[in-house]
């Protein structure tokens, strides 16, 4: 990473980090802002298996799912500690993550996204029915989290809690995709038989993918319940519509990239909530999206690589500016 | 030295033998050329020997081992890397990084000790792109390391696929007409560096090419297939006079 970019980070983390005391957001949106950066989770895990492995999921939301319920489990039936629980419920949720990445190997394209939408809607349907687990329509009261006797009441606090582990797996992802298993996986993407003769086992960086992305979703999940005072299998985030959403985040932020999976997720969490001031009522629907039908024609490849384009832009301008003067200096 | 044999090799395609009762032997450190008129069968032998098709029938053997059963991952591992006859680079990957994968079977790494960057990673890492950068060096190309490999002309990105393969340190590479799409100069560009290849780094060639004058100008023998079946074998100065060999091309391309 050059320097450029990393102090780009590092302000974008100071921002991260300051903003939301100095804004003194209300409870409600808040809330908003801590649910953003879970979804930016999410859209990290979706963006390894989509943008950097080639496979497709339409079932993240049964993974949130997963997570969410592994991670109420193990704290309220368990009395696990709520760091340890996080950690399990991504490792749970890894592995199941897995289980579906096995006969996804034996499908491509079109088979795989239909074979994973029937994962979103079985996981649902079996989690509204196990009533022991998940309490049903009645739903659970998940407990907020506790760290060294600190607890995380507000969602002020648990903000930074959900934003250190934000910063904490971009740098993680980071590190795997510009190395071995990152180039596996993109080079699997892009010629399957190059990869195979290259010495890529294709089976295993598939599972792999499938298992690194859950396992992130599976994160996200635990932190989900926990932000939540109330939860049900009903809950919109565990349902195929928040998949497609997952999908349009990463779609609209950029396929392939980390920054464009968290744009997205702000994006797709905060417009809704934006439009939603209107008069009427389904116009905010409709204006979501229309932006999304916009960004998608005007900017295909996401808004973080028409960011970068602007950016080129510019410093091209710049360095012609600069040019010019030179050669007036010169004369 | 037998290095790579192809013993009685037999692959159907539901009735049609495309490689048909096929044997020839390459020797260590030789460049051995593979020709034949469109649809003889050449490809078909490179994807049996890579394991992308298992053979009807016969076996393949590789330094006295026989790697027929392989899975084609585990081909490189063995000494054996290979181009393609229609480019199959990593196409939104930059030049360099397609030379890095060529180096993932080799690499220690793991998802946990890359997670957090530990020192033998940025170690190894470090190791890996100077050599890549190396053999960047000797195809003349390191101006294009960090350009993404689909912006390069066609003749550029079969030097980047031959770089691929070659950061692998095999012991016979398999070049899959090499020189299509080429114009003169950079086929003799080519020609130079893969004697270089063999004569420097002492690896033995596999060669698959429709370019006459450069097969008969490097190459010490020669398999000539059509419809699956060898037609002739020896020196190019035999298989240039060979009367089967002039019938098979009447019509196609004239053998210089
Ligand atoms: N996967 C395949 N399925 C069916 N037929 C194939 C397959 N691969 C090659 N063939 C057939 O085998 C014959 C030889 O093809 P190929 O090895 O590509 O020829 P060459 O490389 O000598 O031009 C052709 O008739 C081709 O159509
Ligand atoms: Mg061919």
Known sequence: MNAKKYISWIVLILIATLIPPILNLPGSLQYLLDLSLIYAIVAIGLNLLMGYAGQISLGHGAFLAVGAYTSAYLTLTLHVPFFIALILSGLITGIVGILLGLPALKLEGNYLAIATLGFGVAVTQIFAIWTSFTGGFSGIKPLKPELFGFKFNSYLSYYYIILILTIVLVILTWNIIRTKVGRSLMAMRDSEIAAKAMGINVSYYKTLAFGLSAFYTGIAGSLYAHLLGFMTPYDYAFSIGMSLNFLAMIVIGGIGTISGSIIGAIIMTWLPQITSNLPIKSLSQIITGAIIIAVVIFYPNGIAYAGARLKDKFEKLFAKHQEKIVVKIEK | ?256
């Open chain 2, 1 to 256: 030295m037998e290095h790579l044999i192809v013993d009685n090799l037999t692959m159907e395609f539901g009735g049609l033998k495309a490689v048909d009762s096929l044997s020839f032997s390459v020797k260590k450190g030789e460049i051995y050329g593979l020709i034949g008129p469109n649809g003889a069968g050449k490809t078909t032998v490179f994807n049996c020997v890579s394991r992308f098709y298992n053979p009807t029938s016969g076996r393949i053997i590789f330094e006295g081992k026989e790697i027929t059963k392989l899975k084609p991952h585990e081909i490189i591992r063995a000494g054996i890397s290979r181009t393609f006859q229609n480019v199959e680079l990593f196409k939104h990957m930059t030049v360099l990084e397609n030379l890095l994968v060529g180096q993932v079977a080799f690499t220690r790494e793991n998802i946990l000790s890359a997670a957090f960057m530990l020192s033998s990673v940025r170690k190894e890492e470090r190791r890996i792109r100077e050599e890549a950068m190396e053999i960047l060096k000797i195809l003349n190309i390191e101006d294009k390391a960090h350009e993404y490999a689909s912006a390069q002309p066609y003749g550029i990105q079969k030097l980047v696929e031959i770089g691929r393969a070659l950061v692998s340190q095999p012991r016979l590479i398999m070049l899959d007409e090499p020189a299509a799409g080429m114009n003169h100069s950079e086929t003799d560009e080519l020609a130079e560096l893969i004697l270089k290849l063999r004569d420097e780094l002492g690896i033995t060639i596999l060669l698959v090419e429709h370019d006459m004058s450069l097969v008969m100008n490097i190459c010490e023998n020669i398999c000539v297939m059509n419809f699956g079946k060898k037609i002739c074998e020896g020196i190019p100065e035999k298989v240039k006079s060979d009367p089967a060999v002039i019938e098979a091309y009447l019509g196609g391309e004239e053998i210089a």
